[in-house]
């Protein structure tokens, strides 16, 4: 038997379980949108169940994601500091626990814990994925691997209320049952290994929240909360000037997501070829040309073309901004691409807060002014590429 058989067999196996590795790197960012939305859908069934109102069951939302918001400004850090392999699968390990806990809650007290504590582990998870994606992908394709990362969060984004739909005709508890099971394989498949050396010094928040981070992280904020951020103000107008039933607002909100689907991974390609600064810019002034028309147009078909294509448009804004961050030359990448995320999600988060009152007074201007602030902001505050 030749001396190099052993070895020729562990050359066989260290591909597939890297090929394996990276299927479960693109399923997490699959998972972390999914298990944020699956009660979007299921809120009154949650809340008949729990012995709650559908408002008090909406909860359940906040709940996930202001924990997950909050930790993401330092989870890349810390990870990268603990160890991204160890990290994200004590994370999933959390993140089964949690899901479990959702799946047996007999009280909206305990639901409401574990959705917390969900969230708190998905914010580790994201960044990192993110980081070991970019540490996994030669450079010059950059731009691809994270446009098809991008594709998976759309997915995961846009399936979610529909899968916990379906499962709520049988037990809405069957999703976080599912959500338990897929992070616990998730977690012992685990990340690919860095070839990288170690860093000689801890990783520090201070690296991550210098000036080139946080202008990607303005840019990632209004392309978020001026694009997908605004699904709520349509969803008023499409009630209150057009009078379309909770299934047809649903259905066409979606379009927005399927549109990422469709699209992230070839601008990814795109950018590979252009650069992340000019595929921004070209989400952030397109994207606020198609906000206006969602906000001005007068017929529901032409709304939902627009509403479409700004899908589009805002992942050549958010692949963009990760294909900055993680592309540039400064430390602590983990710690930035988090610092960038979690102004994306704040974008979203605040959204609401400061554009209801607006629209309460014109409808219009509630549309007009995150578009005309994408237009202007985000192509200036990004930083020029090197």
């Given at each position: 038997m030749?001396?190099?058989?052993p070895e020729?067999g562990?050359?066989?196996q260290?591909?597939?379980?890297?090929?394996?590795?990276l299927?479960?790197?693109?399923?997490?960012?699959?998972?972390?949108?999914?298990?944020?939305g699956?009660?979007a859908?299921?809120?009154?069934e949650?809340g008949?169940?729990l012995?709650?109102?559908?408002s008090?069951?909406a909860?359940?939302?906040?709940?996930?994601?202001l924990?997950?918001a909050?930790l993401?400004l330092v989870?890349?850090?810390?990870?990268?500091?603990?160890?991204k392999?160890?990290?994200?699968r004590?994370?999933?390990?959390?993140?089964?626990?949690a899901?479990?806990?959702c799946?047996?809650?007999?009280?909206l007290e305990?639901?409401?814990?574990?959705?917390?504590l969900?969230?708190?582990?998905?914010a580790?998870?994201?960044p990192?994925?993110?980081?070991?994606?970019a540490?996994?992908?030669?450079?010059a394709r950059?731009?691809?691997?994270?446009?098809a990362?991008?594709?998976?969060?759309?997915?995961g984004?846009?399936s979610a209320?529909?899968i916990g739909?379906?499962?709520?005709e049988?037990?809405?508890?069957?999703?976080?049952?599912?959500?338990?099971?897929?992070a616990?394989?998730?977690g012992?498949v685990?990340?690919?290994?860095?070839?990288a050396?170690a860093?000689t010094?801890?990783?520090?928040?201070?690296?991550?929240?210098?000036p080139?981070?946080?202008?990607i992280g303005i840019?990632a904020?209004?392309?978020w909360g001026?694009?997908g951020?605004?699904?709520f103000?349509l969803?008023f107008r499409?009630e209150?000037e057009f009078?379309?039933?909770?299934?047809v607002?649903g259905l066409?909100l979606?379009?927005?997501?399927?549109?990422?689907?469709l699209s992230?991974?070839?601008i990814?390609i795109l950018i590979?070829r252009?650069g992340?600064?000019?595929?921004v810019?070209i989400?952030?002034l397109g994207?606020?040309v198609?906000v206006?028309v969602?906000?001005?147009?007068?017929?529901?078909p032409v709304?939902?073309i627009?509403?479409?294509?700004?899908g589009?448009?805002s992942q050549?804004?958010?692949v963009?901004v990760?294909a900055?961050?993680l592309?540039s030359?400064?430390p602590?990448r983990?710690?930035?691409v988090?610092?960038v995320q979690?102004m994306?999600?704040g974008g979203?988060?605040?959204a609401?807060?400061?554009l209801?009152?607006i629209?309460d007074s014109?409808h219009a201007?509630s549309?007009?002014?995150?578009?005309?602030l994408?237009?202007?902001?985000?192509?200036?505050i990004?930083?020029?590429?090197?």
């Open positions: 030749s001396k190099n058989t020729e562990g050359s066989t260290r591909p597939l379980r890297l090929r394996l590795q299927i479960a790197l693109y399923a997490g960012g699959f998972l972390g949108p999914f298990g944020g699956v009660v859908s299921i809120l009154p949650i008949d169940d012995g709650v109102g559908p008090a069951a909860s359940s939302l906040t709940a996930y994601l924990p997950f909050a993401m989870s890349g850090t810390l990870g990268t500091r603990w160890g392999v160890r990290t994200v004590i994370a999933y390990g959390v993140y089964v626990f899901s479990l806990a799946f047996l809650a007999p009280t305990i639901f409401l814990a574990a959705r917390v969900q969230g708190s582990a998905n580790f998870t994201t990192l994925l993110l980081a070991s994606l540490a996994a992908t030669p450079q950059l731009g691809r691997a994270l446009g990362f991008g594709a998976f969060q759309a997915a984004q846009s209320p529909l739909g379906l499962a709520a049988f037990d809405w508890r069957l999703a976080f049952l599912v959500i338990a099971v897929v616990g394989i998730l012992a685990g990340l690919p290994k860095s070839e050396p860093a010094t801890p990783a520090r928040l201070r690296d991550a929240l210098r080139e981070v946080l202008r840019a904020l209004l392309g001026a694009l951020g605004l699904s103000l969803a499409f209150d009078g379309l039933s909770p299934t607002r066409l979606t379009v927005f997501g399927v549109a990422g689907i992230a991974r070839r990814g590979d252009i992340a600064r000019s595929s810019m989400g952030a994207g606020a198609l206006s969602v906000g001005l147009a007068g017929l529901v709304i939902a627009a509403w479409f294509v700004a589009v448009a050549f804004v958010l963009g990760n900055a961050v592309g030359a400064g602590n983990g710690g930035a988090s610092v979690a994306r999600f979203a988060a605040l609401p807060l400061a209801t009152p629209y014109s201007a549309f007009l002014i995150p578009a005309v994408l237009a202007v902001v985000a192509p200036l990004m930083p020029k590429q090197r």
